[in-house]
């Protein structure tokens, strides 16, 4: 049997726009324990009903994560986590056009280092 986790519950801890529903769902075994959720990190740690322990990094935590390092203006953190877990690069951008316009010069030299 499987029991399906929502991340919606936790929408108001996150920088989301309240009024779009967040579609990520993850489908877990009954009786998986939630063992750690480290703040200001983006990973999840279970423990499985046999004893195993699984991380994983929910998307919606992760692109809260990358757009603070955005915000921040650390552009070489942002694009290595984009990177390492497969997120479109469009975000740099999306996130903030303006900002993203007047700091190309900034993006430029923090990803040629």
């Known amino acids: 049997k499987l029991l399906l986790f929502p991340v919606a519950e936790y929408a108001a801890e996150l920088k989301t726009d309240p009024l779009k ?39 919606q935590l992760l692109v809260d994560r990358i757009r603070s390092h955005l915000d921040a203006a650390k552009y070489r953190e942002a694009v290595g986590l984009m990177r390492r877990h497969r997120i ?25 280092a």
Do not use: C, K, W, Y
């Open 21 to 59: 529903p967040i579609e990520d769902e993850r489908l877990l075994e009954r009786g998986a324990l939630l063992v750690a959720a480290p703040p200001g990190q983006h990973r999840v740690v279970l423990q499985m009903p046999r004893g195993n322990l699984e991380a994983f990094h929910p998307r």
């Open 88 to 112: 479109d690069m469009n975000l740099l951008h999306d996130h903030d056009p303006s900002a993203f316009r007047a700091n190309a010069h900034t993006i430029v030299e923090q990803l040629d």
